[in-house]
């Protein structure tokens, strides 16, 4: 699986984003799909992750209640909406694809990743 990751930018704090990450193979509908975040000077952290079937979402503490992760088996397209941005959010951005629910926090389980999209937060 191949992960192509864009719609970073650069908005002001209390904007919004919408990121997107497009995958190639049939095998798409199968994963279950995260997005990641690394900051300079910092650790790759867990964002959210969806379901294979996008009826299961999880969010870390800090994307609870202004990001959606969503996805679209029919495009192989996994999505992050991101609003009420704050400066803190300013980070790269990652999609990745693993098989299998348990552990989804934990980017060493993920067995695909994207290049990243940059998503800067102006205060």
């Known amino acids: 699986v191949q992960l192509q990751a864009s719609g970073g930018g650069l908005v002001q704090a209390g904007g919004s984003l919408s990121l997107s990450c497009k995958a190639s193979?049939?095998?798409?509908?199968?994963?279950?799909m995260g997005w990641f975040r690394q900051a300079p000077g910092k650790e790759r952290e867990f964002v959210a992750a969806?379901?294979?079937?996008?009826?299961?979402?999880y969010y870390a503490d800090s994307a609870k209640g202004r990001f959606t992760i969503s996805r679209d088996n029919a495009k192989n397209t996994v999505y992050l909406q991101m609003n009420s941005l704050k400066p803190e959010d300013t980070a790269v951005y990652y999609c990745?694809?693993?098989?299998?629910?348990?552990?989804?926090?934990?980017?060493?389980?993920?067995?695909?990743w994207g290049q990243g999209t940059q998503v800067t937060v102006s205060s």
């Open positions: 990745a694809a693993r098989n299998g629910l348990t552990a989804y926090r934990l980017g060493s389980t993920y067995d695909y």
């Open positions: 193979g049939r095998a798409f509908s199968s994963y279950m």
């Open positions: 969806v379901s294979w079937s996008g009826s299961s979402t």
